[in-house]
T-cell receptor, first 111, second 113 residues
Framework: TQLLEQSPQFLSIQEGENLTVYCNSS?????LQWYRQEPGEGPVLLVT?????EVKKLKRLTFQFGDARKDSSLHITAAQPGDTGLYLC???????????FGRGTSLIVHP | KAGVTQTPRYLIKTRGQQVTLSCSPI?????VSWYQQTPGQGLQFLFE???????NKGNFPGRFSGRQFSNSRSEMNVSTLELGDSALYLC????????????FGEGSRLTVL
């Protein structure tokens, strides 16, 4: 059983479209991170959210942490080919040194 | 500031052999963790070291082992390789004692034939 469920698993869109990916769990997390991984590379941290209801913006990317700190979403506005990659969410429970990763959403943005 | 460095980047082994992978964390980071990434299972936690001590271990067989040196560099070893060990092995370091925000290396791509 995957502790963090990400959806959709795959997403193929045209440049300029908007999209949202989701990260859901039945567990409460003290913090949640989003990473982007490009082929042949390691994941790169995009953002950390820690407060229920928190919204963070990173240029065209908007991240939201659910009020109950069990879920999160990533919204991309006007997607560009450079946004192509595997988006991973990772949740950390208080007192645990080990973040749990979702299986990721593979995004392809076509020019 | 140099990032996390993993060596080798690519390697090919045959079943039954053993392999050692190396990871140099970001300067000042004392926690190093290892992950196995496969298309079917995603990122699976292997183990985590802090100040040369293994603090946590994932659900992998004893063939997978690791260690951390006094300079925070870490190695992981896989003995008696199996075909299913083919994967991208990622090392990550963090500045905090908790998991915090992970900084990953580019990974070591292991292929077992």
């Amino acid at each position: 059983t995957q502790l963090l469920e990400q959806s959709p698993q795959f997403l193929s869109i045209q440049e300029g479209e908007n999209l949202t990916v989701y990260c859901n769990s039945s567990s409460v997390f003290s913090s949640l991170q989003w990473y982007r991984q490009e082929p042949g590379e390691g994941p790169v941290l995009l953002v950390t959210v820690v407060t229920g209801g928190e919204v963070k913006k990173l240029k065209r990317l908007t991240f939201q942490f659910g009020d109950a700190r069990k879920d999160s979403s990533l919204h991309i506005t006007a997607a560009q080919p450079g946004d192509t990659g595997l988006y991973l969410c990772a949740g950390e429970k208080g007192g645990s040194y080990i973040p749990t990763f979702g299986r990721g959403t593979s995004l392809i943005v076509h020019p | 500031k140099a990032g996390v460095t993993q060596t080798p980047r690519y390697l090919i082994k045959t079943r039954g052999q053993q392999v050692t992978l190396s990871c140099s964390p970001i300067s000042g980071h004392r926690s190093v963790s290892w992950y196995q990434q496969t298309p079917g299972q995603g990122l699976q936690f292997l183990f985590e070291y802090f100040s040369e001590t293994q603090r946590n271990k994932g659900n992998f067989p004893g063939r997978f082992s690791g260690r951390q040196f006094s300079n925070s560099r870490s190695e992981m070893n896989v003995s008696t390789l199996e075909l299913g060990d083919s994967a991208l092995y990622l090392c990550a370091s963090t500045r905090s004692q908790g998991a915090g925000e992970l900084f990953f290396g580019e990974g070591s791509r292991l292929t077992v034939l």
